[in-house]
Structure formats: C-alpha cells, structure tokens
C-alpha cells in the first residue's frame, strides 16, 4: 500500500493538502506518482493563478502517459515549487516533501466547507487510493 501521511488531507483525485490555516500547500499522492512512473514534466498554475477546487490546474507528464493535475482547493496561488522545472522527478522520490506542487491561499477550503472533497487519512481506504 502506498505511503499516507496521517497530517494531510487528500482528494479522491490523489491530491494532497498541507495546512491548517488559508494558507495551504498541495501536491500529488505517493500512489499517484507510482501509478505515473517515471516522471520527466510538470506545468503548474502560475503564481497570481485562481485556482477552482476540482478543476484542472496543471499536468503532469510521465514516460507512460499525460495526466490533469485537479486543484483540492479554490484560492489564489501564492508560490509554487520551481524546482521542478529541472527536477520533476521529485514527485516520484518525495511526493509529500521536495516533490510539493503549489501553495494556495485557499479561500474556500472543502474540509471547512463540508462538501467532503478532502479526506483524511483515516477516512481515506485502499479502493480510494486504488482509483486512476
């Protein structure tokens, strides 16, 4: 079973979001990057970006395919993680860590909303996490 860090929240579209205040950081799920493989490019939304919970974002290109990155949160994008630009296989070493997507200042966060988009680890289980 792949790697779920009980300080996170996760979308059913295998993102994760890091963050208790407005200010969240987001990236993809250690399942994810596996069921990606290899990955060689990332297009992240620009800092300035809105961003709109469950809409496409970015993309994510690997040696097997080109997948949407799906935004957990609706906010503006305040930072994101340029160093993907030359290393973007930092998603598949550190998903949860140097392998981070964007930071949003989130103003509609779904797990303060109750529209049960986000989950927590505890509520997360292997048939969520085994969905492409």
């Known amino acids: 079973m792949s790697n779920v860090p009980a300080n996170l929240q996760y979308s059913k579209e295998h993102e994760w979001v890091d963050g208790s205040g407005s200010r969240v950081k987001i990236g993809i799920t250690d399942y994810a990057q596996g069921a990606l493989g290899d990955i060689v490019y990332v297009q992240l939304p620009k800092v300035g970006d809105t961003v709109t919970e469950g809409a496409v974002c970015g993309e994510i290109e690997s040696t097997k395919s080109v997948s949407e990155l799906f935004s957990p949160v609706t906010g503006t994008v305040v930072s994101v993680n340029t160093d993907l630009d030359s290393a973007p296989e930092s998603l598949n070493s550190d998903p949860y860590g140097a392998g ?15 529209s049960g988009v986000l989950l927590l680890a505890a509520e997360t289980s292997p048939d969520v996490h085994a969905r492409a």
Do not use: E, H, M, T
């Open 100 to 114: 981070w997507d964007a930071a949003a200042v989130a103003v509609d966060r779904a797990v303060d909303s109750g």
